[in-house]
Every structure is written in C-alpha cells, then in structure tokens.
C-alpha cells in the first residue's frame, strides 16, 4: 500500500513540474472544432483519460479472475468433501477386512 502510494506521489510531482514547465496554450484541432488550450491542461486531461482506460481494463481482468478464484474454491471445496467420504469408505473397508479374518492360534512343533 506504502509503495503504491508514494509511487502516485512521484508521478503527480513529476507531472505538476513538467506541467508548470509547459504552460503554453496549443490548438488542438478535432476536425469539427478547435480548441486553445493550455498544454498543462491537455496534459492532465490525456494523463487523466489514460488512466480511466486503464482502470477499466483492469477492472475487468480483476473482476474475472475474481469470479474465477470463487469458482476453484467452490471446486476444490467439493473435491475435499468427496476426498474425505472416499477416506472413510476405505477406513471402513479395512475395518470390516481385518474383522473379519480369522485368527489362527499359532501351529507348535
């Protein structure tokens, strides 16, 4: 948690100071329109829709891996279950197998 947070520290300080270094106003051209705005701004809005995308993307894949870990653990609870239920057939089995041998007095010479 430390690190992810003082990682996001450096990055927000390192785009602040490269932000302040760029505060010229540019002409961005979406062919319909044109906007002028500062290249700080621009900056921020790309670096901030970047990492919405990303997010998303990501969200996605936890999400299902998620699911995933919920089903395998659902799964391996039923193999457990079914494991133990074989354990105590076999237990029982060898139970009844030695019960029901007969013992033999051993034969003198």
Known sequence: MQKYFFTTI??????????MLNAKIVEINFGFTTLNISLALTL????????LVSFL?????????????????KDNQELITKADTL??????????????????????Y
């Open 87 to 108: 354990n105590e057939k076999i237990n029982a089995n060898i139970t009844d197998t030695t019960d029901k041998k007969e013992t033999k007095p051993p034969v003198e």
């Open 57 to 73: 993307f990501s969200f996605s894949k936890t999400y299902k891996l998620t699911k995933e870990n919920k089903r395998l653990k």
């Open 10 to 19: 450096i990055i927000v300080l390192i785009m602040v100071t490269f932000a």
């Open 44 to 51: 921020f809005i790309v670096f901030a829709i970047g990492s």
